[in-house]
């Protein structure tokens, strides 16, 4: 055993002898010059070193260097600049001399991916074939080799053309490649723009072997998360796991086997995009869940009414001024070209439950087309055909809406509108505005559309109680019968609606049940929420008393007036004026048939005269 302790100190003093020896007689400075040569060989990038280059030994032999620089022909700023470099070499290849670097690392650097930093020829220049040749081992008098990258608490800023920066911080990227150019990186950063932040890890696997005209990635793992303004308070965070590959020549990033999940909605499917001046998408995903509760905000006009009824605001605003300076709505729409469909299971969005949603779509330079979109809620079925033509500063909107037996009610709630109506809605219209939002749609919409509706029920008054309690009231001869359901029921009702800016206009509205039938017209404010409508309502049931009289109200159409806040409504009946003209009328007969019985005497020629005055 002191025997091997001692050979192993021996060897050790050897080792470290032979390196310090190495150090001291290599000098790191004498790579400075091949470096800068080969990499300007190979990429014709141009390498600068500030500061003499200086060994570190423990744990690695390395070589430092000061502040460091690479920059593009013709570029104005670099594209890598960093305070720190470091590179990790092999030891034994310094005996051949040759520097074989196994890592090279950065630390503090900022990469610039932005149009000052591309490069660029001399004006009337020739340009040579892309990419250069590299010279040939045996007449190298170096060998120069990485496969192994790091670059920690970094800044990558990006820019496409004129467009707005992108930074991205505390960027941290391990890469490590063999000889087959098959790589595994590991990387991290956080995103800051426009009120919000993105955070994000992912490792994947890379297959560099026909880089730059094909490039392969297996991303195993992508965590995310997003918060800030216009975003739920909890922010959005998830998961992802996909294959992508990049083709050059055709300047195309495809993804296929994706698997993403965003809170509690989960997303699947495969993809492509050209790369062109105007990228072109083209989509086929599918969804087991799409929770937009969890995804995105109310509109504005929702949350309005959220915050008067006391509760808390759903996520942090944007800052006035953010929020006041828009671009042309919908302008994004004009960059690119896309063909996508879609598939959810199931869609959550303003407590409805959506189910087998399938849409279909296509924007052409800002004319988005969609030739599909409908889906299933509760008992009933919905389409909603449409296009949004954003190619102008103006947009404009167009839908083409079929519901079929769809709880009213739930979409009113929905909504927010503060009517407990229910029943079964079918409807069929033509509708077109200026932005796709509830706001919008109440304020600024028009359109038409033929609306039925079956078993509905009106909570909060009954036409029918409303009507034999007045006459009741008036007239002695009858009595109501004692109905204590405070809501009017029928069993089928239609209307022809149109609805303009904010103005919802009923005509030709019908409606029956056993008991009763109506008849009547009306507006609906849906900006002030307020109503004004005119029925005439026939009640045919549930009269007790004078057999004539019943039989009259029976037959008789009562006017009534149903105006007011859709919270606190108020009705007008005119039912005294109904039951005075009908005693007139009555009278009047009666009168009139004692005259023809006496047309012969005085008394009856001079009735008859006075009844015709009448």
Not at 207 to 218: E, I, K, T, V, W
Not at 370 to 387: C, F, N, R, T, V
Not at 438 to 461: C, I, N, P, Y
């Amino acid at each position: 055993m002191r025997r091997l302790l001692t050979a192993l100190m021996i060897l050790l003093v050897v080792f470290f002898a032979g390196l310090s020896a190495l150090v001291l007689l290599v000098n790191p400075n004498d790579f400075r010059a091949y470096m800068v040569r080969q990499v300007e060989a190979r990429s014709g990038y141009q390498l600068k070193l500030d500061g003499p280059l200086r060994w570190h030994v423990w744990p690695q032999l390395s070589i430092l260097s000061n502040r460091m620089s690479l920059t593009a022909p013709g570029a104005s700023v670099p594209v890598v600049s960093a305070d720190n470099m470091r590179l990790d070499v092999a030891l034994l290849p310094l005996l051949s001399h040759r520097l074989e670097v196994r890592q090279v690392m950065l630390k503090g650097a900022v990469v610039q991916l932005t149009p000052q930093s591309e490069e660029r020829h001399p004006q009337g220049a020739p340009v040579g074939p892309k990419g250069g040749v590299a010279p040939r081992e045996e007449e190298r008098g170096w060998s120069f080799d990485i496969s192994r990258l790091k670059v920690a608490d970094s800044l990558l800023v990006f820019q496409h053309e004129d467009e707005e920066q992108v930074t991205v911080r505390s960027l941290n990227l391990q890469m490590e490649q063999d000889e087959k150019h098959q790589a595994t990186v590991e990387m991290s950063a956080r995103v800051n723009r426009d009120q919000r932040d993105l955070t994000f890890s992912l490792t994947a696997n890379l297959n560099a072997a026909d880089y730059p005209q094909r490039l392969l990635a297996s991303v195993s793992q992508f965590n995310w998360q997003l918060q800030g303004a216009d975003l739920p308070r909890q922010g959005i965070s998830g998961q992802a796991t996909f294959q992508a590959q990049w083709q050059e020549p055709s300047k195309t990033l495809s993804f296929t086997q994706l698997n993403l999940k965003a809170n509690d909605s989960t997303l699947s499917g495969q993809g492509s995009v050209v790369l062109t001046d105007e990228p072109q998408w083209n989509l086929d995903l599918h969804a087991d869940l799409l929770n937009f509760e969890n995804l995105v905000v109310a509109d504005a006009a929702t949350d309005s009414r959220v915050r008067q009824q006391g509760q808390g605001q759903p996520s942090l605003p944007r800052p006035v001024v953010a929020s006041e300076v828009e671009e042309a709505q919908y302008s994004e729409l004009r960059g690119f070209t896309a063909r996508a469909t879609v598939h959810a299971r199931s869609v959550r969005w303003r407590g409805l439950e959506f189910k087998n949603v399938d849409a279909q779509l296509a924007n052409d330079a800002g004319l988005l087309t969609l030739s599909k979109l409908e889906g299933q809620l509760g008992d009933g079925k919905l389409s909603l055909p449409g296009s949004l033509d954003a190619r102008n500063d103006v947009p404009h909107a167009a839908f083409s809406a079929q519901i079929e037996n769809i709880e009213v009610g739930s979409i009113l709630k929905a909504f927010d509108y503060p009517i407990a109506l229910t029943g079964k809605l079918s409807l069929n219209g033509e509708f077109e505005g200026d932005r796709i939002d509830a706001k919008a749609f109440r304020e600024r919409w028009a359109g038409q559309a033929s609306v039925m509706m079956t078993d509905s029920r009106l909570e909060g008054m009954n036409f029918q109680q409303l009507i034999q309690q007045a006459v009741a009231r008036s007239n002695g001869g009858v009595k109501a019968q004692q109905d204590y359901d405070n809501a009017t029921t029928l069993e089928q009702f239609s209307a022809a609606a149109t609805l303009d800016n904010g103005a919802l206009t009923l005509k030709a509205m019908q409606g029956r049940s056993s008991l009763l039938a109506l008849t009547g017209e009306g507006t609906l404010d849906l900006v002030r929420e307020q109503c004004d409508t005119r029925f005439n309502v026939q009640v045919s049931g549930g009269w007790q008393g004078d057999d004539k009289l019943v039989a009259w109200l029976k037959e008789t159409p009562v006017p009534l007036r149903v105006y007011g806040p859709w919270q606190q409504l108020n009705y007008n009946l005119e039912v005294d004026d109904m039951l005075r003209k009908r005693l007139q009328n009555e009278a009047k007969r009666r009168l009139n048939d004692w005259a023809d019985r006496h047309q012969e005497s005085s008394k009856g020629k001079d009735l008859k005269k006075l009844l015709d005055k009448l």
